[in-house]
């Protein structure tokens, strides 16, 4: 185990982490974290005696996913919930095959993470890129339509001086008329 600078232990990034933790991680608060796990079937961390929770590192990734998606790029919960039964938002939350070492005398069992020799980066690097382009195009595309909003706001510019002419010519002739 690690230890932090205030002295404390820090778990491995294999270890259960309580509520309290998660909600620490993820910048939100547990009541939050309670209501997801009713509103998206795909969180269930294990429940201890008296109700206390416990999540795997797979249900913290879903959960950071999750955040990710409703207070950065702006779903909402039924969006969310679309994207999770479609499989498409743990693209990089897929739970990796466990092996159990055995301890030897004076140690604890470990749990280990197999790699998978088949990544699941390339869908996120195709999309990156996908992104990079279009962020790539932006500049562009603001010229162009501040260029267009430009030629209409001259265009109406144009057309309120011609109106406003006539409704000088006008109030003159009523001038002209009542002076007389």
């Known amino acids: ?23 620490d991680e993820l910048h939100v608060p547990q009541h939050t974290l309670r209501l997801w796990e009713t509103q998206f079937h795909q969180v269930r961390p294990l429940k201890r005696g008296g109700g206390r929770r416990y999540y795997r590192p797979e249900d913290v990734l879903l959960l950071a996913r999750i955040a990710d998606l409703l207070y950065n790029q702006g779903y909402t919960v039924k969006g969310v919930q679309r994207l999770l039964q479609e499989g498409d938002a743990l693209q990089t939350t897929v739970p990796q095959p466990v ?25 996120l690097v195709a999309g990156y890129q996908q992104v990079e382009a279009v962020v ?6 603001v010229e ?10 001259m265009g109406q510019n144009v057309r309120l001086r011609s109106d406003l002419a006539d409704v000088l010519v006008e109030l003159e002739a009523i001038r002209r008329k009542i002076l007389v």
């Open 136 to 141: 790539a195009e932006l500049p562009a595309a």
């Open 1 to 23: 185990m690690d230890v932090s600078e205030s002295g404390s232990f820090e778990k491995g990034p294999h270890a259960f982490r309580t509520i309290s933790e998660v909600a």
């Open 99 to 123: 092996e159990i070492v055995a301890p030897d005398e004076n140690s604890v069992a470990e749990v280990v993470l197999v790699e998978d020799a088949q990544t699941e980066d390339a869908p």
């Open 144 to 153: 162009a339509g501040l260029e267009q909003a430009l030629v209409q706001v």
